[in-house]
């Protein structure tokens, strides 16, 4: 495939991606809108309880001054009315009014000044947990309703609310009691409205859309294009084996000790155009989906376009993650290409069209295995959970693939020789790996093997193996068979 080829896909990708994220966006705000507001329009937050023994509870930095030139930007110039706030309090302890206020900061400051209170530093939900740092302090402040320099202010046993247009400043809410006594408890809701949310949504959904439409036409014609540049030498393949997945790699005896110790940051570029690809790529299955489902066909340029990502894949992957059986840096291409690693899928004249809404279904049993086989995410929960500060830190396992090589790397670095037995294991494993991805990407319909093909190459049907073999027989657990409704 032409370099101009796989930049117009991955400029494909990233305008799709760009779309697809804007349209994700203003649905949500466009959702929002018109489902999650009152009849005020405004969207609330869950009720919170703050209390403290001391006589009040502060939140003091809402630094929204802005001091740019232009219409609302200086100091004295008035902001547009886009985001409009109201607070609810109810005590929790009857008999007990609160009083619910917003001040510029300073003033509060000064209010408070020499009076124990608490600042809140941070809130933490599920469960809701605010965190305080204490002002200490011996003085009773005068009831706060006798002060002046409230923007907003109410008080109450229930229903003691606030409305504020927000405005540029340093501005502080205070929460206390009516009478300024310590020892202050209230649920406080929050909620905001804009007149900006709904018309947002709507720009940022149909941006989004526009974006989608574009990246599809850049797409397709990227693909047709593709289709137009395939040769007969690259459409010859690898040479099938009992599969039609053929995937081959060669260990070869030059790999270097520790060369293998910076492969992952080598092929940090071939990472980020695969990101890309696999965007495509995913794009073209759902494509071929449709194709599939109304003439029985996988389209060939959506097929060889899939087929070279993943041999492109396969490449990086045999060099630097899954095998490290060379030392020779991976072609960026998704052409066939004079490398120890190749893949190729034989192209299918005809496909189920019923299998396409069952595979992902049908292959879950092999999804397990390829699971245990290859990379995943494993979900490690801190010990401060059962408290409410911890967080699920996701962390990268390597797999069994993943530890095996690295026993292997491991040997190579000390001992100076790849472990061929290693590698035989590895190569089955990989080899598992991409039947069952062929399968579950529509591109075949012979069921994968619940067998491991070890060996560089592909085992034959007949008493011989392919050119650069071992030579052992394929090691069978289950016969493959074909399941078509």
């Known amino acids: 495939m032409k370099t101009s080829r796989i930049v117009g896909l991955v400029v494909a990708a990233l305008v799709l991606l760009a779309g697809l994220g804007l349209a994700a966006a203003g649905g949500v705000l466009t959702w929002a809108a018109r ?6 329009g405004f969207m609330s937050t869950p009720t919170g309880r703050f209390a403290t023994d001391t006589v009040a509870v502060t939140v003091d930095e809402l630094d929204l001054r802005d001091d740019t030139p232009g219409p609302w930007g200086a100091a004295g110039r008035p902001w547009p009315a886009v985001l409009t706030v109201r607070l609810r309090a109810s005590a929790t302890d009857d008999g007990k009014p609160v009083f619910l206020g917003l ?24 469960p809701f947990t605010p965190a305080y740092r204490r002002i200490a302090g011996d003085a009773t402040p005068a009831p706060p309703a006798t002060q002046n320099f409230w923007v907003a202010a ?25 009478d300024g006594s310590p020892g202050v408890s209230a649920g406080v809701q929050a909620a905001a409205r ?44 690898t040479a099938p084996g009992i599969y039609p997945v053929a995937v081959t790699g060669a260990l070869e005896p030059a790999v270097g000790r520790g060369l293998w110790l910076i492969k992952w940051l080598l092929v940090l570029p071939h990472v980020v155009v695969l ?43 045999f060099y630097a993650f899954s095998a490290c059986g060379t030392d020779r ?44 086989f290859g990379a ?3 979900a490690v929960v801190s010990p401060e959970r059962t408290t409410g500060q911890g967080v699920d830190m996701p962390i990268w396992t390597g797999g069994l693939i993943g530890l095996l090589v690295l026993i292997a790397l491991v040997t190579l670095l000390f001992r100076g020789a790849y472990p061929q037995q290693l590698f035989d294991l590895v190569m089955g494993m990989n080899r ?7 399968y579950v990407a529509l591109m075949t319909d012979e069921y994968p093997p619940f067998r491991l093909d070890q060996g560089p190459g592909e085992p034959q049907s007949g008493p011989s193996a392919p050119s650069g073999g071992t030579g052992r027989p394929a090691q069978p657990i289950a016969t493959p068979r074909t399941l078509v409704p």
């Open 275 to 317: 990101g890309l690809l696999w965007i495509v790529f995913g794009l073209a299955t759902v494509v071929a989906f449709f194709a599939i489902l109304f003439t029985g066909r996988y389209p060939r340029a959506l097929f060889d376009f899939n087929v070279g990502v993943m041999r492109w894949t396969w490449r990086v992957a």
């Open 376 to 378: 995943g995410l494993a």
């Open 35 to 40: 489902t999650q507001t009152d009849a005020a």
């Open 103 to 126: 001040a510029p900061a300073a003033r509060v400051h000064e209010y408070l000044h020499g009076a124990p209170h608490d600042i809140v530093d941070e809130i933490r939900d599920e």
């Open 329 to 372: 840096y991976p072609p960026f291409t998704l052409a066939r290409a004079d490398y120890p690693a190749d893949l190729d899928v034989a192209y299918p004249d005809r496909l189920s069209r019923g299998l396409v809404f069952v595979k992902w279904l049908l292959a879950l049993p092999h999804l397990v295995i390829t699971g245990i």
């Open 194 to 237: 804009s007149p900006l949310l709904a018309p947002l949504g709507i720009g940022l959904l149909a941006a989004g859309i526009v974006l989608v439409l574009v990246g599809a036409l850049v797409l397709a014609a990227a693909l047709i294009g593709a289709s137009r540049d395939t040769s007969p030498d690259a459409l010859a393949g």
């Open 154 to 178: 109410d008080q109450g046993l229930t229903d003691t609310e606030i409305t504020w247009d927000v405005e540029p400043g340093e501005w502080a809410v205070v929460l206390m009691n009516a």
């Open 432 to 438: 598992w790996n991409y039947r069952v991805w062929a």
